[in-house]
């Protein structure tokens, strides 16, 4: 094959590719690393913690400021964090209901970014970003 027929192939698996990886979002992984718990399970309690800190922060804020970008990169890092829970952890039932949070969380956090230079959505949304993080906080220390 040539070049001209692998470059296109090679652009589309880079984009494709999504989960477990800091290839876009380099930053969230200083964040896994100051989370860094005994176990993966640990480090996303961890990481719960630290963006909840960081969206009430962000509160009353315009634009991606410092505290919003924090919060960025914790939740990509809490996103990728999913992905490095123990084989037991992910086989317990409850753990479904840990995926299903993180992808609110997902789907909260798209709103938020567009939000983010208009008050009072933005706070709104930063309000139910922290409440489901607090519900998946909840469901990850009953993994424990």
């Known amino acids: 094959m040539s070049w001209k027929s692998v470059f296109p192939i090679a652009v589309l698996l880079l984009l494709s590719t ?3 990886s800091y290839l876009f979002y380099p930053h969230a992984k200083e964040f896994t690393e100051k989370a860094k718990g005994a176990t993966g399970l640990d480090t996303l309690v961890n990481l719960t913690t630290m963006a909840e800190t960081s969206a009430q922060a962000a509160k009353g804020g315009k634009g991606v400021d410092q505290s919003l970008d924090d919060l960025h990169n914790q939740f990509h890092a809490i ?10 952890v992910k086989e317990q039932p409850a753990y479904a209901l840990a995926v299903t949070h993180n992808k609110e969380l997902r789907t909260i956090f798209k709103r938020l970014w567009k ?3 208009d008050q009072p959505q933005r706070d709104q949304h930063l309000d139910l970003f922290v409440s489901e993080l607090q519900e998946m906080r909840q469901t990850l220390q009953a993994l424990r």
């Not at 990728?80 to 829970?85: E, K, R």
């Open 79 to 88: 996103d990728n964090g999913m992905c490095h829970v123990e084989k037991s």
């Open 18 to 20: 999504s989960g477990c």
């Open 115 to 117: 939000f983010k230079n």
